[in-house]
T-cell receptor, first 113, second 111 residues
């Protein structure tokens, strides 16, 4: 059974710092991997989707990488801002026909002004 | 505006009562999903539907039921058989095997 782990569970950084969030998964037979942002009491906002054949995706100050063979993905946030404070979740879609997302428990990021 | 709507935003249930959570999308997506989120945890899949009139159980389907009579709608019923229903419920939709988009969520509390 696929398991997704995110470390650290919480992270606090000063404004302007570059940071990396980590995601690992146990079964490398994934179809794609998605990073989400969740603000308190809100739904999820999709940040980046990486297909299994891709190595990375970029959107603005965000860069996500994928290493299927080692079962790892990272989300790099450049020049962090207080508005980046949120919980960041990664999720993988299994191979096969079901196309279900399995989520990690998230990293709660606080960017201090 | 294209998107996913969920209603109500807050829902209170008495012991032994069934309640239904609404999820509607106008993105023309074939697939729709229901997830449950407990405090400090990731999301767990309850049910999903890849096409109208068809749906499958996810990891934690016991105590829940769904229907998919229209492409745009995927309501979730929390039955009295669900012994610990207090949670945040999220609905999502996608094109087949593509990026999932989420609604704003419904917070269910048992009184």
């Amino acid at each position: 059974k696929q398991e997704v782990t995110q470390i650290p569970a919480a992270l606090s950084v000063p404004e302007g710092e570059n940071l990396v969030l980590n995601c690992s998964f146990t079964d490398s037979a994934i179809y794609n991997l998605q990073w989400f942002r969740q603000d308190p009491g809100k739904g999820l906002t999709s940040l980046l989707l990486i297909q299994s054949s891709q190595r990375e995706q970029t959107s603005g100050r965000l860069n996500a990488s994928l290493d299927k063979s080692s079962g790892r993905s990272t989300l790099y946030i450049a020049a962090s801002q207080p508005g980046d404070s949120a919980t960041y979740l990664c999720a993988v879609v299994h191979g096969g026909s079901a196309r279900q997302l399995t989520f990690g428990s998230g990293t709660q990021l606080t960017v201090l002004p | 505006d294209g998107g996913i709507t969920q209603s109500p935003k807050y829902l209170f249930r008495k012991e032994g009562q069934n309640v239904t959570l609404s999820c509607e999308q106008n993105l023309n997506h074939d697939a729709m999903y229901w997830y449950r989120q407990d405090p400090g945890q990731g999301l767990r899949l309850i049910y999903y539907s890849q096409i109208v009139n068809d749906f499958q159980k996810g990891d934690i389907a016991e105590g829940y039921s769904v229907s998919r009579e229209k492409k745009e709608s995927f309501p979730l019923t929390v039955t009295s058989a669900q012994k610990n229903p207090t949670a945040f419920y999220l609905c999502a939709s996608s094109l087949p095997a593509n990026e999932q988009f989420f609604g704003p969520g419904t917070r269910l509390t048992v009184l």
